[in-house]
């Protein structure tokens, strides 16, 4: 076939997309997802190559192509990062990172504010998802089983040595899964055991709520703006492993509050309360 015929067809099937996407919600959402997805897969193709050429393998120094690459997915979504406290990243040394997660959406704010030498935790199945599992591991991401607790916490415990030892910040998502119900799910402790054991601080980074612009359960996915903001280091030189559950409870409560004026919403009670508690932001493909 003809290469003008080929830019023919890929035109009108566009075109055909756009009408459907504007006449159907649902069908809008699915294409958008599926588009996002394919972005990571295309951007993932270009990342590996280059990864592997210029750093020879896995290495935390990968994050920064992936970074680059990632960063400009946010203009096809008509997405807009405002963010506040970048400088609260400038600690000396290791840290542990925590923010809220809402959707596989996250990974543009994710790369929005990355700092240097900073990897994330996250679950092993996403190992299997092809090439974008590969760029995750030539990134450095650090997978655990969430199955099995015994396990998770062995690998957290070999992060909190080789993390000093590496000079490297880890993110973790404390929620363990994406919520994106308009609050908080309460934390799990895993971060906060680790930034004890190591002696870093932690570092809360809080999200506005999606809920405005993406919403699975009403096959919401339009442009939106979504205000970040890097809270300061919490030191945790001289605590305990009984200080845990109070460092938690600290980092939930601060990132709570920060997390309804990002979103422009009056807190609601202490009692932790989805306001939509069946919405799901998953996508099939990743549970
Ligand atoms: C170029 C284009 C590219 C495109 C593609 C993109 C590519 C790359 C970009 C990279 C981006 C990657 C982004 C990845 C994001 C991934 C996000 C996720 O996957 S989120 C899901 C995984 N993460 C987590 O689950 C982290 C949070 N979870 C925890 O911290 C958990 O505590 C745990 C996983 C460690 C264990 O969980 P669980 O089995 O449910 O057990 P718990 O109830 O939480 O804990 C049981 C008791 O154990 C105590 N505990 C926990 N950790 C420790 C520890 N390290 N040491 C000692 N004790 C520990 C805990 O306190 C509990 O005891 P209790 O007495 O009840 O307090
Ligand atoms: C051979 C298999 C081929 C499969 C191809 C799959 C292609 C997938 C393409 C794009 C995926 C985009 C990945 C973006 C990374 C987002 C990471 C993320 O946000 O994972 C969710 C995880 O935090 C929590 O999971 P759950 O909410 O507990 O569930």
Not at 131 to 140: E, F, H, K, N
Request: include cysteine; aromatic fraction near 10%; glycine fraction near 8%.
């Amino acid at each position: 076939m003809e290469p003008g015929w080929l830019l023919w067809g890929a035109a009108v099937l566009l075109l055909l997309l756009h009408v459907l996407a504007e006449l159907s919600p649902a069908v809008g959402f699915v294409l958008r997802l599926g588009w996002y997805c394919l972005l990571c897969v295309l951007g993932s193709l270009l990342a590996v190559p280059a990864c592997l050429l210029l750093n020879g393998g896995r290495t935390v120094r990968n994050m920064r192509i992936i970074k680059n690459i990632v960063k400009a997915f946010k203009y096809f979504f008509g997405l807009k990062f405002e963010v506040k406290g970048l400088e609260n990243f400038e600690v000396e040394g290791p840290a542990i990172v925590v923010s809220n997660h809402q959707s596989i959406l996250d990974m543009m704010g994710l790369m929005e504010v990355l700092p240097d030498n900073c990897v994330q935790v996250g679950k092993k199945e996403l190992l299997y998802t092809g090439i974008v599992g590969l760029i995750m591991y030539l990134g450095g991401v650090i997978f655990i089983n969430r199955k099995s607790t015994t396990s998770a916490k062995m690998v957290m415990s070999e992060v909190a040595k080789t993390m000093v030892a590496e000079n490297v910040k880890v993110w973790v998502y404390p929620e363990g899964t994406r919520n994106c119900t308009g609050d908080f799910l309460p934390f799990k402790k895993g971060a906060f055991h680790l930034a004890i054991q190591a002696q870093v601080p932690v570092i809360p980074v809080v999200y506005s709520s999606f809920t405005s612009f993406y919403n699975p359960k009403t096959k919401l996915f339009t442009s939106g703006k979504i205000k970040v903001e890097i809270l300061p280091p919490i030191e945790t030189k001289g605590l305990t492993s009984d200080d845990v559950s109070d460092l938690t409870d600290r980092c939930y409560h601060t990132m709570r509050e920060t997390f309804f004026v990002l979103s422009g919403r009056p807190s609601p009670s202490e009692q932790w309360g989805p306001d939509q508690p069946d919405v799901w932001c998953g996508t099939a493909l990743l549970v």
